[in-house]
């Protein structure tokens, strides 16, 4: 029966990983993976979390399922760190929002209402995006289709040339936006560049969803939510796929959430049926473990506050390495500057290696990294930094 099948290509990341276990390389280094590492190299559980779930130990009473849309607690604590919980839009009751298995799973739900809501519509990444946003919405059924974003040669936001792309959008087409720490650049725009761009998608009649993987890693909980919250202001509707893996570090735990701002709460209402309809034909309803962890912390303000401190130590960790990579490559004096890696945000960072290089740091350094040169910043260490620039220095 199958034997008219071929093998599927690894993933272009996930793939990496299972070559890096199988390399014998001494003193290997991983930058593939989205994952944040502490300065040993381990990715943490977070002390609130444990203590989150010792409470949930004591307390929990039930493994029944939840609703199809998931902890009504944790939707309404996800939709306040989103919008802020004075906002207009967390009180008015015109957000419908469902909790996901994680922000690739809040992606996949809004994929797929947007196909049925409106199937002639496509769908537009920047360029570069996420390589796993393509296949998400191609499985869904959308049409891909890309806007202009970074400038390779500076290492910056191409500020005009996405604006004027954005404009020859037909009107209706949807838009996918990174809310900050973009995946895979580290280059954000700035709030004044956001107004702009909410009032282009506004004037253009263009949806908007905003994939938001990282808030807290950029710059904090409030200062990350800028842009979303510009789009919000113009006055439209939009989605935001939001995930907590990356701040609170819950990884395997499959936490993340999709809201859906619409003009008023029925159609709020009418949005929640559809999405509640593609999740029982997909996987039903939600994992509760770690979208209880969540609720229990953000509900919690000793909790919530030593939180909140732990995120900003690996926000400043995660700038730190920064901070030495450059100036360790400087040092070597190798003929490239890398001086960019400090101006942009989150785990990520654009290299500007080729994938030549790539290979090279990958086949005679045992130094692994996403073939377009994208570094995972919290995989480089005080022990691995000064081999990192030395064998990128080899290749450069």
């Not at 919405?137 to 910056?156: C, K, N, R």
């Not at 070597?332 to 890696?341: A, E, L, Q, R, Y």
């Not at 290696?353 to 130094?367: H, I, M, T, Y």
């Amino acid at each position: 029966m199958f034997q008219h099948l071929q093998a599927a290509p690894p993933d272009a990341i996930l793939g990496l990983n299972e070559a890096f276990a199988a390399d014998t390389t001494e003193g290997k280094i991983n930058l593939t993976t989205g994952v944040y590492k502490d300065a040993t190299g381990i990715t943490p559980v977070l002390d609130c979390v444990k203590q989150a779930e010792r409470r949930l130990v004591e307390t929990e009473t039930s493994k029944g399922y939840l609703g199809i849309d998931g902890m009504k607690e944790f939707r309404d604590r996800a939709r306040g760190l989103l919008f802020g919980t004075e906002h207009e839009i967390t009180t008015s009751g015109r957000t419908a929002t469902i909790q996901a298995p994680g922000g690739t799973g809040a992606l996949r739900v809004a994929a797929e209402f947007l196909r049925r809501a409106f199937p002639h519509a496509r769908i537009w990444c920047s360029r570069p995006t996420w390589a796993n946003h393509t296949g998400i919405f191609t499985a869904a059924g959308l049409e891909v289709d890309a806007y202009s974003y970074y400038d390779a040669a500076a290492g910056t936001l191409d500020a005009q040339a996405l604006l004027d792309s954005l404009a020859k959008i037909p009107a209706g087409d949807i838009v996918c936006l990174h809310a900050c720490c973009h995946n895979p650049t580290g280059v954000d725009p700035s709030i004044e560049q956001w107004q702009e761009i909410s009032q282009v998608i506004s004037d253009r009649g263009l949806l908007p969803l905003v994939d938001f993987a990282y808030q807290g890693f950029g710059d904090g909980l409030e200062a990350d939510a800028e842009g979303l919250r510009a789009l919000v202001d113009a006055g439209g509707p939009l989605l935001v796929a939001s995930s907590f893996s990356k701040n609170f570090g819950l990884y395997r735990e499959r936490v993340g959430a999709l809201s859906v701002v619409t003009p008023d709460p029925d159609t709020a209402s009418m949005v929640l049926s559809r999405l509640k309809q593609t999740i029982r034909t997909n996987y039903s309803n939600p994992p509760s473990h770690g979208a209880a962890i969540v609720t229990t912390i953000l509900g919690d303000a000793e909790l919530r506050g030593g939180w909140e401190t732990e995120l900003a130590d690996m926000r400043t960790r995660i700038n730190d390495m920064r901070q030495d990579l450059a100036d360790g490559l400087a040092a070597t004096g190798c003929n490239h500057d890398f001086s960019v890696i400090t101006r942009q945000r989150g785990m990520f960072s654009f290299s500007g290696l080729s994938p030549e290089q790539v290979d090279r740091l990958k086949n005679e350094f045992g130094v692994y990294m996403v073939r377009n040169g994208r570094i995972n910043v919290a995989g480089v260490t005080p022990d691995n930094v000064g081999r990192l620039c030395e064998s990128i220095a080899a290749v450069v």
